[in-house]
């Protein structure tokens, strides 16, 4: 079962969806929560106050345009929207979500901003990416 939750950036509100990994188990213990992150033209990144569990294993290169994507050496949270075809050449990633619907409204997203993760009372099952 995936853990369904909203990513508010600024104006902006989305749904998502965590996976059933160890890392995304204990992220969304941590939830409600909210971070400074800053925009980049593929994605918005801010560090968090903590670190997460994590399987070595599941630490792979690149993402899929959606993704959220913890990054364990970093400790920083990221959530992508574009770039995927140039995205291998960036490691450490380890997705734990991703955002569901249009990915649209973050390409207008500028400058630093806060980003509100909850987490939404009804559980739906993980789609194919974990």
């Known amino acids: ?72 050496s970093g400790g920083w949270l990221a959530i992508f929207f574009d770039d995927e075809q140039n995205s291998r050449r960036y490691g450490d990633q380890l997705t734990i979500g991703c955002i569901e619907g249009s990915l649209e409204p973050l390409h207008a997203l500028t400058g630093p901003l806060d980003v509100r993760i909850d987490r939404v009372a009804k559980d739906i099952p993980a789609g194919s990416r974990s």
């Open 1 to 72: 079962m995936g853990k369904h939750i909203t990513v508010q950036l600024g104006e902006v509100k989305l749904p998502a969806v965590l996976n059933d990994t160890e890392t995304a188990r204990a992220f969304a213990a941590r939830l409600p929560l909210t971070l400074r992150m800053s925009i980049s033209a593929v994605g918005c990144c801010g560090s968090l106050p903590f670190s997460l569990p994590h399987d070595p294993v599941r630490i792979h290169r690149g993402w899929v345009d959606g993704d959220i994507n913890y990054n364990p």
